[in-house]
C-alpha cells in the first residue's frame, strides 16, 4: 500500500491542527470564564454581561464541535490501524 503513508500523514496533519485548535478554544474558554466571574462579581451591567454569556456558549459549542472532530478522526485512524495489511 505505497499510497497509504501521504494518507496518514494527512490524517496526523488534520488531527494536530485540531488538536491546535482546541488549545486555542481551551485557554479563550478559560479566559472568558474569569472575565465572566469578574463581571457578576463587579455587578456589571446585565445586558453586557448576557451578551458575554452568549459568546462564550458559542464558543462553547465551537469547542464541542472540535472535539467531535477530533474524537472521528481517532476512531477512523484506529479503525485504519486495526485492519489487516494486504501486504504479504
Not at 453586557?48 to 464541535?65: C, H, P, T, V
Request: charged share 35%; net charge positive; glycine share 8%.
Amino acid at each position: 500500500m505505497a499510497h497509504s503513508r501521504p494518507a496518514i500523514s494527512a490524517d496526523r496533519a488534520a488531527m494536530s491542527d485540531l488538536e491546535e485548535e482546541i488549545s486555542a478554544l481551551e485557554r479563550r474558554l478559560r479566559h472568558g470564564e474569569e472575565q465572566l466571574r469578574r463581571a457578576r462579581d463587579g455587578g456589571g451591567d446585565a445586558r453586557q454581561l448576557e451578551r458575554w454569556e452568549g459568546a462564550w456558549i458559542k464558543l462553547l459549542r465551537q469547542y464541542e464541535l472540535m472535539c467531535n472532530r477530533l474524537g472521528r478522526h481517532l476512531t477512523a485512524s484506529q479503525a485504519g490501524s486495526s485492519r489487516p495489511s494486504s501486504e504479504t
